[in-house]
């Protein structure tokens, strides 16, 4: 049976929309078929990454109850299947959307974890997808605490700034120790110059473990040429000798044997 | 006694009648007890359920998924139907589209 993995943070601009594209994509390449949604309902970023024939049905339909789980389903396994099958599901960006999605009571929000709980059987049992990847909303919404309670797998992506770290270590005890869930950090945009040695990786590793209880899965460089592409590149595909490249490779099978 | 501090904790008003639901949403999952929040999850995942299901899933004597259970349906969070000589809980009927 497939896994579920969401991507989540404490504060914005992580980078977790790049990690989830590109793990998407190295998947994809293995042959796998995946399914990337943007849960992120505030600031829906995946439809700004991917060329599309329009959209049948957004997430936000499905959530809403108005739409079947096949219609959201984009299929751009021609353009990034690599061998593998790629099925991407957006978040209507209108600012009417957002605003809609940002005013769900409670009773909404618990009828769509029910729905993100059942992408279990219609996904992964029914049609048979290996891996359904969330790209969430950072900090403590909605939406992104649905997408916890759904995945198998969260991966928190964090930087060395000092209130994303205390952020982080509140939200390890406040949220995903109570859920129970298998967690790693990845620990992302790390200057360059800190990762010249083994020795230098080493110690980042040791100070890591003293502050999260969590694994540190991976460091990832800071590079200069992904910031450069703006967003408009997938490294994993297009780049596949680029060290970013092999890291998402690292990942990957981390989290298949997770 | 657990049982009793529990239910006030998420009842404050003292009400243990079932026909006035809380929301088993997120927020609320987070606020319950670790006991308790195990099995609603699980019953969350499963939709419908027995204590014997949950149990299975938990990993813990149906007999206390069936304590548990209970708990949460004294608590207004989930409903019990009986089909049967089984009990079935639930969080929310499906409802048809």
């Not at chain 1, 024939?53 to 109850?65: A, M, R, S």
């Not at chain 1, 770290?165 to 790390?190: A, H, S």
């Not at chain 2, 813990?60 to 009986?82: D, H, I, P, T, W």
């Amino acid at each position: 049976m497939g896994k579920i993995i969401a991507f989540h943070s404490y504060k914005g601009g992580t980078g977790k929309t790049l990690l989830s594209i590109n793990l998407a994509a190295t998947y994809a390449k293995r042959g796998k078929s995946v399914c990337l949604f943007d849960l992120d309902f505030r600031a829906p970023s995946l439809h700004a990454a991917f060329a599309t024939d329009g959209v049948g049905c957004w997430l936000n339909e499905y959530l809403n109850g108005t739409c079947d789980i096949k219609k959201v389903l984009i299929d751009l396994s021609g353009q990034h299947g690599n061998g593998g099958k790629f099925y991407t599901g957006l978040a209507n960006p209108t600012t009417e959307a957002i605003r809609d999605m940002s005013a769900k009571d409670r009773k909404w929000e618990m009828r769509a974890l029910g729905r993100l709980l059942s992408l279990k059987n219609s996904l992964l049992n029914d049609m048979h997808l290996d891996y359904l990847i969330f790209d969430t909303s950072p900090g403590l919404q909605y939406s992104s605490i649905n997408a916890i309670v759904s995945a198998d797998v969260v991966l928190v992506v964090t930087s060395l700034d000092t209130s994303d770290i205390k952020g982080t270590q509140r939200m390890t005890q406040e949220l995903y120790d109570l859920f129970e869930k298998k967690t790693g950090i990845l620990l992302n945009k790390v200057p360059a110059e800190m990762l010249t040695s083994e020795s230098q990786k080493k110690n980042l590793y040791k100070k890591l473990n003293n502050i999260h209880t969590l694994p540190i899965l991976e460091i990832i460089p800071c590079f200069c040429d992904i910031l450069r592409a703006g967003g408009t590149q997938i490294f994993a595909e297009e780049q596949p000798d680029h060290p970013f490249t092999k890291t998402l490779e690292k990942i990957a099978t981390k989290i298949e044997n997770f | 006694m657990d049982v009793f501090i529990d239910i006030q904790k998420h009842n404050p008003r003292g009400n243990l009648d079932q026909s006035i639901p809380d929301v088993l949403d997120v927020m609320t999952l987070l606020s319950l007890p670790d006991h308790l929040r195990k099995t609603a999850v699980t019953l969350c995942k499963l939709g419908q359920a027995t204590a014997e299901e949950v149990a299975e899933q938990t990993k813990r004597a149906r007999a206390v998924e069936s304590g548990y259970l209970n708990q949460l349906m004294l608590m207004g969070y989930v409903k019990k139907e009986r089909k049967g000589r089984k009990a079935y809980f639930y969080v929310e009927k499906e409802e048809k589209e």
